[in-house]
């Protein structure tokens, strides 16, 4: 049987006395007085502001952010790190949070840790946590995957070298020569040629 843990909550650091933030990865606003101008009137005038749970989203990325508000400046943080600052030790000041089990949506304390950035990388590894980009949905790419296609029809007909499609696609001829043999963009050499 699991025991359920208890959920402890301490001021969300940079935002004392406004957020508060839970072992268990919940963000909550805290109670307070408002003070607000009322342009009508001219008056200030006072109202209590109740705790409530701060909504969050998700990022292109999966890692769970909340929208923060201090003085009327708005600021997304990850949920992940603000757990982390105020309830992980991190006594050699490492500079990221790492989710142990490759579960981004699980922002409880007991699943997260302090890690360098080649800890970090070398879990993700390990751990096959990376959803490698290719083709065009790869940010760095400068070809489509048409014009792959075409440079392996061109090539194959043997009347084009790798130097003039270099210069027609506006690539490195190493890219070109990486493309033909199927180093890069497998994919497509494997769609045109089988394994």
């Given at each position: ?48 502001l ?26 997304n ?9 105020a ?16 579960i981004?949506?699980?922002n ?33 790419s400068?070809?489509?995957?048409e ?6 029809k ?18 490195a001829?190493?890219a ?20």
């Open positions: 049987m699991e025991m359920l843990m208890e959920e402890i909550w301490k001021d969300v650091v940079g935002y004392e006395g406004f957020y508060i933030v839970s072992n268990l990865g919940k963000v909550q606003s805290v109670e307070r007085e408002c003070t607000q101008l009322n342009g009508l009137t001219g008056n200030y005038n006072t109202r209590i109740p705790a409530k749970d701060v909504a969050t989203f998700k990022d292109k990325d999966g890692y769970i952010k909340v929208k923060l508000n201090k003085a009327g400046t708005k600021n943080h990850m949920v992940h790190r603000l757990v982390a600052i309830f992980i030790p991190n006594p050699e000041n490492k500079p990221e949070v790492n989710h142990k089990f490759g981004k949506s699980d409880r304390a007991s699943e997260l840790e302090w890690v360098t950035t080649s800890e970090n990388q070398q879990h993700a590894h390990d751990n096959k946590l990376y959803e490698c980009q290719k083709g065009e949905t790869n940010g760095m400068k070809l489509s995957e014009q792959v296609r075409e440079i392996h061109l090539y194959a007909t043997g009347n084009f070298t790798q130097d003039y499609l270099s210069e027609v696609y506006n690539v001829g190493s070109i020569s990486r493309i033909v043999t199927g180093a890069r963009w497998k994919h497509i050499y494997k769609e045109l040629y089988g394994d």
